[in-house]
């Protein structure tokens, strides 16, 4: 495993992650939370990707029992999570969610700490961005949750280039905590924001970007083919509103495209665009996703492709996929 600089902050990431959207209590305990940490940490990952959102709070409760029991010294993995939507889920509470401002912000950090039995989490982000809370009061609300040593650094997840942009300078002029990192979506057939609308960010602040669903929730295993297979994520309740996505007839026509090419390299379509996300430099961690340790230990193979997607190769993984990204 390499470990890479989250942007260009001194934090050194593994250049795989794993995170537990949808997963953690709804499909995994925390048995087998604690076997696949356990697995990925063996295979040197350190980093370990949360939300407040994530199965209403209790994502963090299965991590942090996990944590817990593996008793790993502090320093040796790095865990996030996230604040936007907030656990009022009816919206019974003024302030209570799809809000960045402050008064949600500083609440919310005391909640995850709690949740996950920790005295500081390493990385936390803004889940999405808030039109209706002006950038100045949620970039001081980060930087001091990082003053107080609730937190080590900050990003964002999902926001738009100019918002980061806005972000970076009012932190720059008033000396605070700058935002280090954007969380967005990438992969093979979502591809813009991050080659092009980011572009600038790179280099001017050092933006690092830890990028999430490298198999688009699971279109780039192959197995939304023939419809929706029983027991996977767009089966599940709450999930549907993946499944047209999943399904689409083009996309999946270029997964099975990519078959023989994965098999050329020795390994399979999953590993294959994961490795894929890998190569762009700019990605500090790509965060992968498991329902099971059968698919973690799968996927972790994208790492001996990593090394064999020359230029010609990633050539020919854009003359099939391209037309079909956005
Ligand atoms: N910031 C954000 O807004 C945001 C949004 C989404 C995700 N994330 C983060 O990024 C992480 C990864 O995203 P993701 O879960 O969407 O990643 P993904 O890799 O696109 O999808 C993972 C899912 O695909 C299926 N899968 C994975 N490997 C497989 C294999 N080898 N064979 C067959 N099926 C396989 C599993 O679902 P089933 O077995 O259930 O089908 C698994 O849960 C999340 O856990 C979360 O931490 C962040």
Known sequence: MIHRRLGRSGLQVSALSLGSWVTYHNQVDTAGAREMLAAARDAGINFFDNAEQYAQGQSEVVMGEALKA??????GYVVTSKFYWGLDADGAVPNGRNTLNRKYLMQAIDGSLRRMQLDHIDVVYCHRSDANTPIEETVQAMS??????????????EWSAADIRAAWDIADRHHLHKPVVEQPQYHLFHRRRVEQEYARLYEDIGLGLTT?????????????????????????EGMGWLVKGLTDQARNDAVRQLE????????????????????????????????????????????DLAPKLTPEVMQRIDAI?????N
């Open 70 to 75: 593996l008793a790993w010294p502090r320093l």
């Open 144 to 157: 001091d949750m990082i003053t107080q040593g609730k937190a080590l650094y900050w990003g964002t997840s």
């Open 212 to 236: 999430f669903s490298p198999l688009a929730s699971g279109l780039l295993t192959g197995k939304y083919r023939d419809g929706v297979p029983a027991g996977s994520r767009a089966s599940l």
């Open 260 to 303: 023989p090419l994965a098999a050329e390299l020795g390994g399979n379509v999953s590993q294959l665009a994961i490795a894929w996300a890998h190569a762009n430099p700019r990605v500090s961690s790509v965060i992968l996703g498991a329902s099971r340790l059968s698919q973690l230990k799968d996927n972790l193979g994208a790492l």
């Open 321 to 325: 996929t391209a037309a079909h990204a």
